[in-house]
């Protein structure tokens, strides 16, 4: 049984199992042409919830570890399972992935992959811009060229035109806290509205995430919106 011990002295109380871990994988749709333009990578242990363990982990500052497999194993799948559009993974900004596993990453994924990575950075975490540096400097040196994507804006601890600047997303995932009912509620649709507006003005990509009733889908739809993902228009699915 292949069980995950990270190298820090401090060895987690819930440990990843490899033999029975999978990925699901949700799609995100093209707004204006309707097609698949990736697929977000979620991890899916067999025996406790993804946030056990990232609990688990973080007490015992190993998250990098979670990232790697993540990175690693998650491509793995995507590959397997021969889908089609961008990779999208979530990454901690404040944990610094090792050369070493960036590099058997780029490896597995092959020359097909190399520009089809999108980062996906969890607002929620702390701004750590050491760590950060050392992340992208482990991807560049492995030859691929991944994009960068925010997720849960709005939401996070930290100011957002700060993410902006420091990160120089791709694309931005606005958080469903905004989307949900955002048909109905006008707040919601001020504040979408507004951000909408900041990204586009700094050539950002953006994307409705959360989307889940007809209702708001036909809204955004009729919105500046580039991207959807969520349950209404396809729920996460594992392959293998």
């Known amino acids: 049984m292949a069980i995950v011990v990270p190298s820090s002295c401090k060895v987690p109380e819930i440990l990843i199992n490899l033999d029975t871990l999978k990925f699901a994988f949700q799609p995100i749709f093209d707004v204006h042409t309707g097609d698949i333009f ?3 990578a979620l991890m899916r242990p067999a025996e406790h919830s993804p946030a056990e363990i990232i609990e688990a982990y973080a007490k015992a500052d190993s998250l990098s570890k979670i990232e790697e497999i993540t990175f690693y194993y998650g491509t793995k799948a995507f590959k397997e399972a021969n889908l089609e ?3 999208f993974l979530n990454t901690f900004p404040g944990t ?3 050369i070493d596993m ?3 990453t780029a490896e597995l994924g092959g020359p097909e992959m190399a520009n089809r990575f999108y980062i996906e950075i969890l607002e929620y975490t702390k701004l750590d811009l050491f760590a950060w540096n050392m992340k992208r400097k482990a991807m560049s040196g492995t030859g691929a ?3 960068i994507a ?3 804006y709005g939401t996070g601890e930290n ?6 600047d420091m990160y120089k997303p791709d694309l931005v995932k606005i958080d469903r806290k905004y989307i949900s009912q955002i048909d109905s509620n006008l707040e919601h649709q001020l504040v979408v509205a507004n951000m909408i507006r900041t990204l586009k003005e700094r050539g950002i990509k953006v994307l409705a995430e959360g989307v889940e009733t007809e209702e708001e889908y036909n809204y955004l739809m009729h919105s500046d919106i580039d991207y959807m993902q969520g349950y209404y228009l396809g729920r996460p699915r594992i392959y293998q």
Do not use: F
């Open 102 to 104: 960036a590099l058997k």
């Open 145 to 147: 060229t991944p994009k």
């Open 38 to 40: 990736g697929h977000e």
């Open 85 to 87: 559009g961008y990779l």
């Open 159 to 164: 100011t957002d035109l700060v993410c902006l």
């Open 96 to 98: 610094c992935m090792s």
């Open 150 to 152: 925010i997720d849960d």
